[in-house]
């Protein structure tokens, strides 16, 4: 096991390498001269060759990548354009809120969709099924941002339950971390919660076939303990893929949720640094997420030798 991973963290430095590549490549991909886009529609030439300048866009792109490469393996991002702090403080001053929201969704999918699919195949058929099947197919469907503006309307603004937007620290209080949390989690998982339902039933509904689990009906076991024992710890490969697959819904809608809940998370920062062309702060927060993807990936490959112990590395 313990080579295992050795081998696996190897071989995420090619892809880090990779992933850092595109990250710096954003700055000269970008349509138009990025320097004159900073500079503004003011900006006189000299203004423009200042900031190609400031920008390292005066010096060639192999020597301009392997300054900002070693910067950042030193753990500097970089410095924002228009608010002239580092990167690495602006992602820490956001990090919380949009950890709190991708780990209250990822709790509440699993805790929902799992239960879900598995009575859906099991009642195969049944309105049970269809209800769930018509609600995967909703939540996939359904953008984040309408599903995040009908909750608001109905709980935030109709009924007053909830709050309409903003986050409370976890260190102010859990209750009042937990309200500011609870809609914008339900957006964000609404598609999450479709994926794994639908994931969970189809892979169900194959096992459920399987002799062994005849055997054990036929013994006259539990129902439950059939489905959650015998049946599901069979099927919790391909669910545990597709939850570990699912990291990257979370990190996407988490952009939309909270520009729709005014949440100070990182999703907002990236969407203001896009409209405001801050590329050192699209290339740290782009970085860090998906350094963040390749370490799920990493702990979805270890869950799959304590789910299945006839999987080996």
Known sequence: MIAFIFRRILTTIPVMGFVALFVFSLLYIAPGDPAAVIAGDQASPADVERMRASLGLDQPYLVRFCEWLFRVLQGDLGTSIFTSLPVSQLIRQRIEPTVSLMVLTLILAVVIAVPLGVVAAWRAGSWIDRAVVAFAVFGFSVPVFVVGYLLAYVFA??????????????????????????????ALGSVYIALIARITRATMMEVLQQDYVRTAQAK????????????????????????????????????????????PGLGRLTLDAILQRDYPVIQGVVLIFSFVYVLVNLAVDLIYTVVDPRISY
């Open 220 to 263: 006259g076991l539990d129902e439950t303990a059939v489905l959650y024992i015998h049946a599901l710890k069979n099927a919790a490969v391909p669910i545990v893929t597709i939850i570990g697959i699912g990291v990257a819904l979370l990190i996407g809608g988490a952009v939309v949720t909270e520009s729709v809940f005014a949440i």
């Open 157 to 186: 603004l109709r009924l007053e339950w909830l709050p309409v937007q903003g986050y409370t620290p976890l260190a102010q209080g859990f209750w009042p971390w937990l309200r500011n949390l609870i809609l914008p989690s339900i």
